[in-house]
C-alpha cells in the first residue's frame, strides 16, 4: 500500500511516493479511529487497562514491603544509656513497658581512679513498687525480668558515698527489651535456621512486636477516650448544678429583699 507525502524544494513541487509497513498503515486513519483494530478491539483495551492496574499494584505492594523491610532491619536492636550519678544523690532511668515483654540490661561503672574500684548500688521497681532488682557495693551488674503488669519501670543508682573524686560517676546501661533480648543464636541452634531464615524469624518477630504495641496503643487510646468522655460528662452537669443554685440563690435573694422592703412599707 501507497501513500503520498508532499515535499516542498526551492524550485518546484512534487509528489514523491512513499511506502509504510503495514502496520503503521494499520493504525494511520486519526479520523476515524474506529476502523483501527486497536480501538475496534474493545479486549484488547480491557487486556491492556487491567495489565497496567496489575502492574502498578504490584510495584506498589513491592515499595511497601521494602520499605518495610528496611525500616525494620534499621530498627535499634536496644539503647544504650550513659547516666552521670551524682555523689550525693540518686539518678534515675524508666521506660514505659507493656505486659509480658522481656527485659535484659547490663549496666557497669567507667572507673574513674584505677587504683581504686568504684561502686554503686542499683534497684528497679515495677508500677506497683514491687523490688525487682537489688544491689548494693557493685561496679557491674545484669538484672532480666519478664513484665507482669504494664506501666513505667524504673532503674534508680546512686553511690555508696566511697567515691571521693572530684565530678560525677559515668554509668553505662545497655537497656533492651522485646525482641532485642531475645538469645537469636540459641534460637537458630534450637531450630536449626541460619541466614535467610534466621533474618525472616527476626523480621516476623519484630512485625508481631508492632502489632502487639499497636493492640496496646489502640486500648490505651481506649481508656483515654474514656476517661475523657467521664471527664466532660462530669464537667457538665457540675456546671448545670452550679449554674442552679446561683439561680436558685438569686431567686431567694430577690423574695428576701422584697419581703424585707415590703415589711419596712418602702415599696
Same mark, same amino acid.
Given at each position: 500500500?501507497?501513500?503520498? *507525502?508532499?515535499?516542498?524544494?526551492?524550485? @518546484?513541487?512534487?509528489?514523491?511516493?512513499?511506502?509504510?509497513?503495514?502496520?503503521?498503515?494499520?493504525?494511520?486513519?486519526?479520523?476515524?479511529?474506529?476502523?483501527?483494530?486497536?480501538?475496534?478491539?474493545?479486549?484488547?483495551?480491557? !487486556?491492556?487497562?487491567?495489565?497496567?492496574?496489575?502492574?502498578? @499494584?504490584?510495584?506498589?505492594?513491592?515499595?511497601?514491603?521494602?520499605? =518495610?523491610? /528496611?525500616? =525494620?532491619?534499621?530498627?535499634?536492636?536496644?539503647?544504650?544509656?550513659?547516666?552521670?550519678?551524682?555523689? %550525693?544523690? %540518686?539518678?534515675?532511668? @524508666?521506660?514505659?513497658?507493656?505486659?509480658?515483654?522481656?527485659?535484659?540490661?547490663?549496666?557497669?561503672?567507667?572507673?574513674? !581512679?584505677?587504683?581504686?574500684? %568504684? +561502686?554503686?548500688?542499683?534497684?528497679?521497681?515495677?508500677?506497683?513498687?514491687?523490688?525487682?532488682?537489688?544491689?548494693?557495693?557493685? +561496679?557491674?551488674?545484669?538484672?532480666?525480668?519478664? +513484665?507482669?503488669?504494664?506501666?513505667?519501670?524504673?532503674?534508680?543508682?546512686?553511690?555508696?558515698?566511697?567515691?571521693?573524686?572530684?565530678?560525677?560517676?559515668?554509668?553505662?546501661?545497655? /537497656? *533492651?527489651?522485646?525482641?532485642?533480648?531475645? !538469645?537469636?543464636?540459641?534460637?537458630?541452634?534450637?531450630?536449626?535456621?541460619?541466614?535467610?531464615?534466621?533474618?525472616?524469624?527476626?523480621?516476623?518477630?519484630?512485625?508481631?512486636?508492632?502489632?502487639?504495641?499497636?493492640?496496646?496503643?489502640?486500648?490505651?487510646?481506649?481508656?483515654?477516650?474514656?476517661?475523657?468522655?467521664? %471527664?466532660?460528662?462530669?464537667?457538665?452537669?457540675?456546671?448545670?448544678?452550679?449554674?442552679?443554685?446561683?439561680?436558685?440563690?438569686?431567686?431567694?435573694?430577690?423574695?428576701?429583699?422584697?419581703?424585707?422592703?415590703?415589711?419596712?412599707?418602702?415599696?
Amino acid at each position: 500500500m501507497f501513500s503520498f *507525502k508532499r515535499t516542498i524544494n526551492q524550485s @518546484s513541487r512534487k509528489l514523491i511516493p512513499i511506502s509504510y509497513p503495514p502496520c503503521l498503515v494499520q493504525h494511520a486513519d486519526p479520523i476515524h479511529p474506529s476502523s483501527n483494530s486497536l480501538f475496534s478491539d474493545p479486549l484488547a483495551v480491557g !487486556d491492556m487497562s487491567g495489565n497496567a492496574d496489575l502492574r502498578r @499494584s504490584f510495584m506498589f505492594r513491592s515499595a511497601v514491603f521494602v520499605v =518495610l523491610l /528496611w525500616g =525494620l532491619s534499621n530498627a535499634p536492636a536496644g539503647d544504650a544509656i550513659w547516666l552521670n550519678v551524682p555523689k %550525693t544523690g %540518686t539518678k534515675c532511668v @524508666s521506660e514505659e513497658i507493656q505486659s509480658n515483654v522481656v527485659v535484659l540490661a547490663d549496666y557497669v561503672v567507667v572507673p574513674v !581512679d584505677h587504683d581504686h574500684a %568504684t +561502686t554503686i548500688s542499683a534497684k528497679v521497681t515495677s508500677p506497683y513498687g514491687n523490688n525487682l532488682h537489688h544491689k548494693e557495693n557493685v +561496679t557491674h551488674g545484669q538484672f532480666a525480668f519478664t +513484665t507482669q503488669e504494664a506501666g513505667n519501670y524504673l532503674a534508680c543508682f546512686w553511690s555508696d558515698g566511697q567515691y571521693h573524686g572530684s565530678g560525677e560517676l559515668s554509668v553505662n546501661i545497655d /537497656w *533492651k527489651t522485646g525482641i532485642a533480648a531475645k !538469645d537469636w543464636e540459641s534460637v537458630a541452634r534450637k531450630e536449626k535456621i541460619e541466614g535467610v531464615e534466621l533474618e525472616l524469624a527476626k523480621l516476623e518477630a519484630a512485625v508481631e512486636a508492632i502489632h502487639n504495641n499497636l493492640i496496646y496503643m489502640k486500648g490505651r487510646e481506649s481508656e483515654l477516650r474514656t476517661t475523657s468522655e467521664t %471527664t466532660n460528662a462530669r464537667v457538665a452537669w457540675f456546671s448545670i448544678m452550679s449554674l442552679g443554685i446561683c439561680i436558685a440563690v438569686s431567686c431567694l435573694q430577690i423574695w428576701y429583699l422584697k419581703r424585707y422592703f415590703q415589711k419596712k412599707k418602702l415599696i
